[in-house]
């Protein structure tokens, strides 16, 4: 194939790589955020300021970045990837010390141009620390335990710092993203189901290391009519906005409890709520169906890719995506604890785009270099 | 195919567990949409109420409470518009700054002051706070001038009760507070709990508080999570409350009062026949939109140290000796029970003897022979002491429970007193002695443990007049336009001659010379009334004092005076309307009640001139009787 040939040589211009990103899935991913402008602009009463406008500059910033990373070569990714790794560990480590406290948590660096957030970027740079660490590492090595311990550290570095500020709700997404990536690389059933088993057990301990707040929302969790007014008031509030909400919902800025006030923190965490209390189980399935397809795009995507960095970084990308998305709807719906987790794309918020865009863009350049292939060992091309 | 077999065999193995990875993420989003579906499908209906429990707000409408009209119409209690500012704290920076500038149209207190501020720092912005109320035209006005330079404060206009005859009608009317916990035992009308909202707490107003308050409207708001109104949704009038139409003549009212006025009295005027209450006055009263408004505590002061007793309807509650007005009881028990004939003659010496114990007459002198007509007459208590030890306290007990007396007589008004009519099984229960002899002489002028309300002597004295008839009084004609049924008044099988004769010494009394109340007989041609005076003793006059010469009334103290009592009836040819009248402390019944009852009366049968000219064509006139009790006076002269 010729274009099979043209990438083995690494000679694809700047004009063909554009042509083969895949337009159909940014076209799903604008889908997705328009969803987000429109709720934005219900959210402010029928008024594109003060979020609707500044989602779209974020999201226009994001589409930038996508591309631009869609073009740099994977076996770059490959080079960058444990510097990016210990760039990200620098800034949680500066959060601990010069960080800026938000909310109880000290969770954001001042870069005076953006407020940004280190364990946001860990997110993208353990996926790709991880996926370096198993595309070198030989498939029969997978599985012993001596080279499981680095892949563990590569977890644990970050997720302990994260823990640290305190954030549960990250530290976890970033354990479960490491450990698909270890369960991806192929590691024995006999370690899943010891760890699975572990884990089970480790709940009461890890219970006691958990911050009374922490605590409450469990308890919250589990009887929101614990406290009607305080904690439980946003799960009891949200869960009354879904279900009045029914098949058809009350319709575009008509959701009562939206648009009194009922419902908290309606444009960020809580927008999924506000976009099925007004379109009702019709407008989150259809939101929900748009999510599955990109989800179904990464897979294959995954599948398609003919080095072990690449199908591991894009599967844990997608694992990423994934538990956004599922812990958001989630926890809106009652099933889960409220723990602060946006929803992807549609949620208004600087930071979460960026990464999230971010992410699309290592996706997209693994697509556009698919055809192309990665030495396993340290000789790079 | 360039791809080592190596890199086939890792991704033969990552897509399986990407597969599994995959599938397990399908498995959780349909966890997702099983949720949802159970949310916003199954559960839907549920939150769809609660949502509209968050979102709706009913705000009660205070109904227009019922007016009380009297017998013509005539407003009793009605409701005026009630002038007030509020503040609304959020509509201004300053709250301190703008009442103070509000202060210089309308005086604020330093109470309210405090108030207001503490209101407007502890509760939501949005929430009106009263600042003055009960404003006059011209200061409400300009408030309303000066609503550009006072941000925040809001001119309103409610409604209000308002009694327009202020304490002339007050115990009867009575008047509405504001709510109180008892108030709301047992009620589960919204409507008091309501800010502001008033209920009747006494007369009319208490007792047909159900009638008169309406039922409440209400409006459905929108408001969002922090309570603010954002729209009205819809809007349901309430229904007002109904009218209520009262048998009092407020003429005949506002004269009786006027008649009393700085005495402290009760005048009780119903129809004999009917029962209905055309006066009742009780004196002095007090102003019942005090209470609406809310009282001062020197006000409230005022009122309940005030030695005539504002606040007690002493018309019900008050509870008085009869003095001679019992003597017609102690008669017609004496006829009834075939003691004595009213030909049985008593010569009065002044006193008789009981014991080691001399019962008085109210004459020095004494009456000389009397019988029984004249004995009414003239008062003697001397002819009574004699009859009634003859009778005895039984059938004096059982003769003045068929008049009325020691039980509440009237149909529909509250706080009624039954008084006291003692009997030998009383006297025993209460001090555990038995019934001494005296006693009954002492009950026979009632005097003693005799005690009576003014409405009750009113219904003894109709029930004489309408030739023996249980006739009870009532006050309420109709309300929401039905009527009240009136109350039936059953036979009390008094043989008409006994009555007769007690009806021809009644008419002696006001129309014959030497009659207690003769120099009260009405100034009117052909039309008469009959009566009867008593005097109710409030000290004990000493063997000391009787020895020295009984003081006169206007040597005492006021309070240790004798209450002035009158009972009476007219017209006499045929008698329409009864009267009692209670001048506490005002000296003897003839010098103080009886003018009183004259010109009450007088006031009564020339209200309407066509029906006393028919009272005037009736062949048997008034002082018919008169030839025959002169006859009798002339015959027993003859004998002494």
């Known amino acids: 194939m010729v274009l099979e040939a043209i990438s083995r040589s690494g000679r694809l211009s700047l004009l063909d790589k554009l042509y083969e990103i895949n337009w159909g899935v940014m076209l799903l991913i604008g889908a997705v955020a328009a969803v987000g402008f429109v709720m934005l602009y219900s959210a402010a009463g029928g008024s594109i300021d003060p979020w609707a406008s500044r989602q779209m500059v974020r999201f226009g910033v994001g589409v930038g970045i996508l591309l631009v990373f869609a073009m740099i070569e994977p076996r770059l990714w490959l080079q960058l990837a444990y510097p990016a790794y210990g760039f990200a560990l620098v800034l949680l480590i500066a959060v601990e010390v010069a960080g800026t406290t938000g909310m109880g948590a000290t969770r954001w660096i001042d870069l005076k141009v953006i407020q940004l957030q280190p364990s946001e970027l860990m997110k993208i740079t353990l996926a790709l620390a991880l996926a370096r660490y198993y595309h070198t590492l030989a498939q029969e090595r997978v599985s012993h335990p001596l080279y499981l311990l680095p892949a563990l550290a590569f977890i644990a570095l970050p997720v302990v710092l994260v823990l640290r500020q305190p954030d549960l709700g990250t530290a976890l997404l970033l354990s479960v993203v490491g450990i698909a990536v270890i369960f991806l690389a192929g590691l024995s059933w006999r370690y899943i189901i010891a760890a699975g088993v572990a884990g089970i057990a480790a709940i009461p301990i890890i219970w006691e290391f958990l911050h009374p707040y922490q605590r409450e929302r469990v308890f919250t969790f589990l009887d929101p009519s614990r406290d009607p007014l305080g904690a439980g008031y946003h799960t009891t509030q949200a869960k009354i906005a879904l279900g009045s909400g029914g098949v058809w919902g009350k319709g575009f800025m008509e959701g009562t409890q939206s648009h009194l006030n009922f419902l908290p923190e309606k444009q960020t965490d809580f927008i999924f709520v506000m976009l099925s209390e007004e379109f009702g189980l019709i407008g989150g399935l259809t939101l929900m169906a748009l999510y599955t397809l990109l989800l179904g795009f990464i897979v294959l995507v995954a599948i398609g890719l003919r080095h072990q960095f690449g199908r591991l970084l894009v599967a844990a990308l997608g694992v990423n995506f994934f538990l956004y998305v599922f812990i958001n709807v989630a926890m809106v719906m009652g099933l889960i604890p409220v723990v602060g987790v946006p929803l992807p794309l549609v949620s208004y918020g600087g930071s979460a785009m960026l990464v999230i865009m971010a992410g699309f863009g290592l996706l997209m350049s693994m697509y556009v270099h698919r055809h192309e292939e990665l030495p396993r060992g340290g000789r790079l091309l | ?640």
Not at chain 2, 337 to 362: D, I, M, N, Q, Y
């Open chain 2, 1 to 640: 195919m360039a791809l080592d077999d190596r890199d086939q065999h890792k991704q033969n193995a990552f897509s399986r567990r990407a597969a599994i990875l995959g599938g397990g993420q399908l498995a959780l989003f349909a966890v997702l949409a099983g949720r949802m579906y159970y949310l916003q499908v199954i559960e839907s209906q549920q939150y769809e109420i609660l949502a509209e429990e968050n979102r709706v707000n009913v705000r009660l409408l205070p109904p227009l409470r019922g007016e009380i009209v009297d017998r013509f119409g005539e407003k009793l209690a009605s409701n005026r518009q009630n002038f007030r500012v509020v503040l609304i704290p959020e509509q201004t920076d300053d709250v301190a700054a703008t009442l103070d500038r509000l202060g210089e149209i309308v005086p604020i207190t330093q109470r309210t002051r405090n108030r207001v501020l503490k209101d407007a720092r502890q509760k939501r912005g949005f929430v009106p706070q009263t600042v003055a109320e009960n404003l006059d035209w011209q200061t409400f006005a300009e408030v309303n001038i000066h609503t550009p330079n006072l941000p925040g404060l809001q001119p309103e206009v409610g409604d209000t009760r308002h009694y327009p005859y202020g304490e002339d009608l007050a115990h009867v009317v009575g008047y509405v507070a504001a709510v109180s916990d008892k108030d709301l035992d047992g009620e589960d009308d919204p409507l008091l709990q309501l800010p502001g909202f008033r209920v009747g707490r006494s007369g009319v107003e208490r007792l047909l508080e159900h009638d008169l308050r309406g039922r409440a409207g209400n409006s459905r708001v929108e408001v969002n999570a922090y309570g603010r109104v954002i729209r009205e949704l819809a809007k349901v009038p309430g229904t007002p409350g109904e009218e209520a139409v009262l048998t009092l003549d407020m003429d005949i009212q506002r004269y009786a009062t006027e008649r009393v006025r700085g005495e402290s009295a009760s005048v009780v005027v119903m129809d004999v026949t009917t029962g209905e209450l055309v006066a009742i006055v009780s004196a002095p009263g007090f102003d019942p939109n005090l209470f609406n408004v809310g009282l001062t505590q020197s006000q409230w002061d005022a009122l309940t140290k005030d030695a005539l007793n504002p606040l007690v309807n002493k018309t019900l509650a008050g509870q008085y000796p009869p003095g001679s007005t019992y003597k017609m009881i102690i008669a017609l028990a004496a006829l009834e029970a075939g003691t004595v004939s009213p030909e049985h003659l008593v010569t009065c010496r002044g006193k008789v003897s009981l014991g080691s114990h001399a019962f008085h007459c109210w004459k020095r002198g004494g009456h000389g022979p009397m019988d029984m007509v004249r004995a009414i007459q003239q008062s003697c208590n001397v002819y009574f002491y004699d009859i009634g030890r003859r009778v005895g306290i039984d059938k004096i007990e059982e003769m003045s429970r068929r008049f009325g007396l020691g039980t509440q007589v009237a149909v529909d008004m509250a706080g009624e007193k039954p008084g006291l009519v003692p009997s030998r099984g009383w006297k025993r229960a209460t001090t555990g002695v038995s019934w001494q002899q005296g006693e009954t002489l002492n009950a026979a002028i009632g005097q003693g443990y005799v005690l009576t309300t003014p409405i009750q002597l009113a219904t003894m004295a109709a029930r004489m007049a309408n030739g023996g008839k249980a006739v009870r009084p009532w006050l309420v004609r109709s309300v929401g336009g039905r009527a009240r049924p009136v109350p039936q008044a059953e036979s009390l099988n008094i043989a008409p001659e006994h009555l007769a004769v007690i009806q021809q010494g009644m008419d002696a009394v006001v129309n014959v010379p030497r009659g207690t109340a003769y120099r009260s007989r009405l100034p009117l041609e052909g039309v008469a009334m009959a009566g009867k005076t008593g005097t109710a003793l409030v000290r004990r006059i000493t063997l000391e004092e009787r020895a020295r010469g009984v003081l006169k009334n206007d040597q005492l103290p006021w309070k240790f005076r004798d209450h002035g009592l009158f009972v009476g009836y007219g017209p006499v040819s045929d008698p329409r309307y009864a009267i009692c009248v209670i001048v506490d402390h005002g000296g003897g019944g003839s010098s103080a009640a009886a003018p009183v009852a004259k010109d009450v009366m007088t006031r009564v049968l020339t209200r309407d001139p066509m029906r006393l000219a028919a009272y005037q064509q009736r062949p048997a006139g008034g002082g018919g009787n008169s030839g025959d009790v002169s006859a009798s006076a002339a015959a027993l002269s003859g004998q002494g």
